[in-house]
C-alpha cells in the first residue's frame, strides 16, 4: 500500500466517531461502578505511565486513582530521585536521567497465576525493566539493558517468574564498532531479546542471557502456558529492515513474524557453555528496604546466543502486517496474532507448531533462521472482527477480546470456532485493554478496561491537552456493558488487574524503627545531633507530630553541603511527614513513618531559611517548623543546635 492511502485510511478511521453513542450506557450502570464510601474497590488496576515514566494504581469498578509509583521518572511530590537514598535509582550507563517512556506491565506468577508479590515495568526510551514490591508499592530494583534500544517487547514473564524478557524495538549497531553509516543498516545493526533471571526468594533481578537476533524490531511478547511453557513468543516487524520512513517502507510486505523462543533449549545452550561473554556497560540499582537507600552499580559482562550458530531453539512463523499483540489462550495452545493493519486476526496452534518444527516444514529461513509454514501453524483466522487489531486478552470461559485501534472498538470472539460474538465501541482509538488476569492461566474476568489513545468531547475542556482516557466494560454476560469513563495520568499503555485480597493483606503500614539501618538513623530525639565534616554539615534530625529536633540550627556557612537525615519517629500507619527548605535547589522528600530520608541543600546566601512539614500531619501541623541560620563563607559562627534550648547544645567541630 502506498503512504497517501494508508495515511487517508488511518486519519479517516481515527476521526470516525462510533456510532450507537447514546444508546450505550444502560440504567444499571452507575450501580456497577459504586463503590459507597469507607468500601474498597474489589480490583487493583495498575496502569503504565507512559510519557510520565511512573505507574498508575486505580480501583476497579470505581475508576478512582489510588497512587502514583514513581519508578523511571523523578518526582518531586515525594522526593523520588532528589533525596541522595533514590537518585541512585536513575543511574544508568548515561548517567543519571531524570525521565523515561514507561509502557507495558507485567504482574509476578506462579504456576501461570499472579502471585500479588511484584510488578514488573519496562523503560522504552533507555533500555531497563523495574521491579515494584507490592508490599510497599515501591520501586526497588532497575536493571538497564545493554545492547538494546527501544525496550518495547517488555517486561513479560514465564509462567512461575522464571525470567522476564525484553526485546528491542530499534535495531542497533551493538559490539565494538558502533560509529556507522545508517545506510549499513541490513550488514551493521542487530536486535536482541534479554532474558532477565528472578530470584524466586526475594524478586532480585540479573542479567542472564542476551539472544542476537536479525535487525527487525520487536513489539510486544509473552510467554507461553501448560504444554506451551518452555516456549516465549515476541511479535516483531520491520522485516523489511528500513531504516528510514517506516511508515512506508516497513509496511511492504504481507506478512512479518512471531518469533518464537524455546528458553528450555536456550538454558540448556548456556549451561553446556556455549554462551559468548560480550563486554556491555550496564547499571544495575537496588533499594534496600532496611538501609532505606539505594546504590548503583555499573556491570561489564553480557552472555550472548546467537540462533543462527545454535540451532533448532529459534523459529519465526510468518504474521500479517507488522503484528503488535502477540497474545497466549490460558490453555497455552492458541497463539494470538494482531497485525495493525490487517483485516482478521491469524490464530496459532501451539500444536501443529511443534509438528511444523518436528517435520521441518519450512519456508526457507530468514537471515539463517526458519520460518515455519504459515498454513502449517495456522489453526484459522478471525474474519472481518474490524480494523487494526492491537492487543487480546481471554475471560477464561474460551473467549477472546481484541481491541481495534482503526474501527475504534473491542470485539469479543470464541476461541474455538472464531466466531465473532459481539462488539462495542470505544472513545475513541482503544490502545491496550486489559482483563484481571487477562493474559494468565486463570483470567478473574468479569471487567475489561479499554485505555484509549484519543479522549476528544469526553471530558470538560482543559486547552489543547486532555487527560488520557479508560472505560470499564462489564463482561460477565453474553454482551458486553459499557459502564464507566475515567480518566488516567500520562499515557496508558498496557497494564495488569488482579483481585485485591492478592495484595492489600501484605501492604505495609509503616516500618519498624528499630529494624531501620540507614547509616544516618536518628533513633530518638536525645541522638538528635548536627555534625561538621570539613565543609559537609550532616543533620541527624527528627520528625515526630509536631515538631523536628532539632529545630535551630546555627552555624552552617554559605557553600556547605547541608544534608538533613530527617527520620520519622512515628510508628502508626498514613503519618508521612515532609521536609523542605527556603531557597533549596531541590524537592521536597516524604519520609514514611520509620523511614530516614535525606536533603540536599547547598545554601548560596547568608541569612535565616525556614524549613518545615509539607505534608499535613495534626492539629499543629502549621507549627511544625524551624530555622537554620547561614553566615558567610569562612565566617567563625559557631555550630549549635536544639529545640528549645539553643544555648544548651554545644559545637562538636
Ligand atoms: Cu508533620
Sequence with gaps: ????????????????????????????????VYVAPGKYDEFYNFVSGGFNGQVAVYGIPSGRLLKIIPVFSVMPENGYGYSEETKPMLETSHGSLPWDDQHHLELSQKDGTPDGRWLFANANNTPRVAR??????????????????????????????????????????????????IADYKKSFNGTISFIKIDSSNGRMSLAFQLL???????????????????FFFSCYNVEQAHTLLEVNASQRDKDFIMAVNW?????????NKGVLKNSRYAHNVY??????????IESKVLTLDPTQLKDFVYFIPCPKSPHGCDIDPTGEYIVGSGKLAALIPVFSFDKLMAAIEKKDFDGDYQGIPVVKYESALYGEVQKPGLGPLHTEFDGKGNAYTSFFVSSEVVKWNIKDLKVLDRKPTFYSVGHLCIPGGDTKHPFGKYLIAYNKITKDRYLPTGPELAQSAQLYDISGDKMELLLDFPTVGEPHYAQALPADLIKNNSVKYFKIEENKHP??????????????GNKVHVYITAIRSHFTPDNIEGVRVGDEVYFHVTNLEQDWDIPHGFAVKGAAN???????????????????????????????????????????????????????????????????
Design 1 to 32: 500500500m502506498r503512504l497517501s492511502s494508508i495515511a487517508v485510511l488511518l486519519v479517516a478511521f481515527a476521526s470516525c466517531k462510533p456510532r450507537n453513542e447514546a444508546g450505550a450506557i444502560t440504567a444499571g450502570a452507575a450501580e456497577k
Design 132 to 181: 515494584i514490591n507490592l508490599a510497599t508499592f515501591k520501586t526497588e530494583e532497575i536493571i538497564e539493558l545493554p545492547n538494546s534500544a527501544g525496550n518495547h517487547s517488555s517486561p513479560f514473564c514465564t509462567e512461575n517468574t522464571e525470567y522476564v524478557v525484553a526485546g528491542t524495538r530499534f535495531s542497533v549497531p551493538i559490539g565494538d564498532k558502533q560509529d556507522v553509516p
Design 213 to 231: 537476533t536479525p535487525a527487525i524490531n520487536f513489539d510486544l511478547s509473552h510467554a507461553g502456558k501448560g504444554k506451551s511453557h518452555d516456549w
Design 264 to 272: 528450555k533449549k536456550a538454558e540448556e545452550y548456556i549451561k553446556n
Design 288 to 297: 534496600n528496604e532496611t538501609t532505606h537507600s539505594a546504590t548503583s552499580t
Design 520 to 533: 544516618f538513623v536518628t533513633k530518638g530525639e536525645k541522638e538528635a545531633k548536627v555534625v561538621r565534616e
Design 587 to 653: 524537592a521536597e522528600i516524604l519520609i514514611m513513618p520509620g523511614e530516614t530520608c535525606t536533603l540536599k541543600w547547598v545554601p548560596d546566601a547568608e541569612g535565616v531559611f525556614p524549613i518545615y512539614c509539607t505534608d499535613f500531619c495534626s492539629a499543629l501541623h502549621q507549627e511544625m517548623q524551624g530555622y537554620v541560620r547561614v553566615s558567610k563563607a569562612g565566617a567563625n559562627t559557631p555550630l549549635k543546635y536544639g529545640t528549645n534550648l539553643p544555648d544548651s547544645a554545644v559545637a562538636k567541630n
